[in-house]
């Protein structure tokens, strides 16, 4: 996420101190951001990040607190957006609650204009790492459980048939061109199926 691109980035800046985060507003549009909005507090972030649909967050604070960390991680789970959060202070077990949150880059000591650019682009591109990170997990855990459902399905067939492993698996292959459906879909019918039985 560079601002190399025609639209500028659309921000939302979190920050309970106005002159501060107007601070903030000013040094991002010199920057070439654009802030679409400012909020005082995260009350009611899901759905303002819904609404007004920010390619990244900024929190300017002088320390999470649990209700922040909170809604950061309520948000990474259901709108997931690069979060940049400034602080004033910052020990190693806050830094690591607020990553695990959801927040891309922790920065201590408040934010400095000259060090914006670097600090989004940082904060975006870990944030495309986790995301590719977490869908690679999920298609993971998707492969094991098909893998787990045509198992269980062979093992029924095989059960039920008095039939070899490789019968089985041929029986569920011919079913599945016969039908036009997918091996998990037709591995999913048979347990449904043969599980009543026993």
Request: charged share 30%.
């Amino acid at each position: 996420m560079t601002t190399t691109h025609l639209q500028p980035e659309r921000v939302l800046v979190i920050d309970k101190d106005t002159a501060r985060s107007a601070l903030l507003e000013q040094a991002l549009k010199d920057q070439g951001y654009e802030v679409v909005c400012r909020l005082h507090d995260t009350e009611g972030l899901i759905s303002r990040v819904e609404q007004i649909r920010p390619d990244i967050i900024i929190i300017e604070l002088d320390s999470p607190d649990r209700d922040v960390l909170e809604h950061m991680a309520t948000l990474n789970s259901h709108i997931p957006r690069p979060v940049v959060m400034f602080a004033e202070t910052g020990d190693s077990q806050t830094i690591q609650k607020a990553i695990k949150a959801g927040v891309s880059a922790y920065v201590v000591d408040g934010m400095s204009a000259d060090r914006i650019q670097s600090i989004m682009d940082v904060a975006a591109a870990r944030f495309r790492e986790f995301q590719a990170l977490r869908s690679e997990l999920n298609d993971v855990r998707n492969e094991l459980e098909d893998h787990k459902q045509l198992d269980q399905a062979k093992r029924l067939i095989m059960k039920h048939q008095q039939c070899t492993e490789d019968k089985a698996y041929s029986a569920m292959r011919t079913m599945a061109m016969d039908q036009g459906k997918p091996m998990t879909q037709i591995a999913k019918n048979i347990i449904s199926v043969l599980e009543m039985l026993d």
